[in-house]
């Protein structure tokens, strides 16, 4: 069974660049404090990494 990442948003999308409310978008998250719950790959690792800022990992 492969590991799972609790993704949480926690800033908001407001005032970032696009590209960021894209990736975000991307990893399923739509609203403030909202998680979703993704498998660990490196390609979710990556858009993680790009906003990582915004948002936090468990």
């Not at 991307?26 to 906003?51: A, F, H, W, Y």
Request: charged share 20%.
């Amino acid at each position: 069974m492969s590991t799972m990442l609790k993704i949480t948003l926690v800033k908001s999308t407001i005032c970032t660049p696009k590209k960021h409310r894209d990736v975000v978008s991307g990893l399923g998250l739509t609203k403030l404090n909202q998680s979703v719950q993704r498998i660990d790959s490196p390609e979710i690792r990556g858009m993680i990494n790009k906003v990582s800022h915004l948002l936090s990992v468990e």
